[in-house]
């Protein structure tokens, strides 16, 4: 693996058009003065075609090589079966996928939101425009993905979710275990706009569409994810909520995405947007 990733990168260095499938770049986030890491994995490039592409942000503790060896293991495959680009931004483990109004290094919503998708849009055969253009994650990037997806709504079609932490209030001591408090300071000093809960207004009138789902034994996550749906539902946001046989662990999550990716590629197809 080691060889063929330093292939890689000599071939995206000297003939970015030609195809090759996992490119890692080292991409420069002007709001945080630093190169962030990101896994660039493409379908074999045609001359003058234009690609959809996925940003997939991974959980917490995860990184990108992570994520397409362990977590999505047939990204490539599925890259080059749906025509699409997957970029997978490090998420430098706990960053959580905000503006952290704590750390001046930790500004990963502008960063991919903004910064990164413009960056792919120069740099590779994308077609730049939101109805081709879509967003997921799991657990802590579940909640980035709407974090981000809803934020930057006239830059995603399609926002996912699978198994998110989309509630800081039944956190409890998991707010300071899973390092929230390093980046958005204590939980009694949240602000309305960090509770995905906030968000659901925006997402009425965003023009995207959601898919979530959470595993029946996911017990960290299965009530908050639960509850969000049937806010959206109240509110008559237009998404799809599933459930399956699952716990909080790769087993599920795996699956999961694999099957988002799929629905991903029907609504791109359909133009629904």
């Known amino acids: 693996m080691k060889k063929i990733t330093a292939i890689c990168i000599i071939l995206a260095a000297v003939l970015p058009s030609f195809g090759q499938q996992i490119v890692h770049e080292q991409v420069y986030s002007e709001k945080m ?10 379908p074999n490039f ?4 234009r690609y959809k592409t996925v940003y997939i942000l991974h959980g ?24 699409t680009i997957y970029i997978l931004p490090d998420g430098n483990f ?6 952290s109004p704590i750390d001046k290094g930790s500004q990963y919503q502008t960063f991919i939101g ?3 998708v413009g960056y792919i849009d120069s740099h590779y055969p994308t077609v730049a425009d939101r109805k081709r253009r879509g967003i997921l994650g799991w657990s802590m990037g579940g909640y980035g993905a709407i974090n981000i997806g809803v934020t930057f709504s006239t830059v995603f079609s399609l926002v996912g979710s699978s198994c ?3 509630d800081f209030n039944r956190f409890g001591e998991s707010y300071h275990l899973y390092q ?13 706009p960090y509770f995905t809960s906030s968000k659901i207004g925006n997402m009425k009138t965003a023009n995207q ?22 806010q959206l539902m109240d509110s008559k946001v237009d998404h799809i909520y599933q459930e399956s046989k699952g716990a909080h662990n790769a087993s599920y999550w795996s699956r999961s995405l694999s099957n988002q990716l799929a629905l991903f590629e029907n609504y791109f197809y359909h133009e629904k947007f």
């Not at 045609?46 to 075609?49: A, I």
Request: hydrophobic letters at 35%; aromatic letters at 12%; glycine letters at 8%.
């Open 60 to 83: 917490y503790s995860g990184n990108p090589e992570r994520t397409y060896q362990q977590d999505i293991p047939d990204l490539a495959a599925k890259s080059q079966l749906f025509q």
């Open 164 to 166: 998110g932490a989309l």
């Open 33 to 42: 003065k630093k190169k962030v890491p990101a896994v660039i994995i493409t």
């Open 180 to 192: 929230v408090d390093q980046v958005l300071g204590g939980f009694q000093q949240l602000t309305k």
């Open 114 to 116: 903004d910064e990164l």
């Open 94 to 99: 706990n960053s959580w996928y905000v503006d």
């Open 46 to 49: 045609e001359t003058g075609k």
């Open 209 to 230: 569409f959601y898919i979530l789902d959470c595993g029946i034994e996911d017990e960290q996550m299965i009530d908050m994810n639960r509850d969000f749906h049937y």
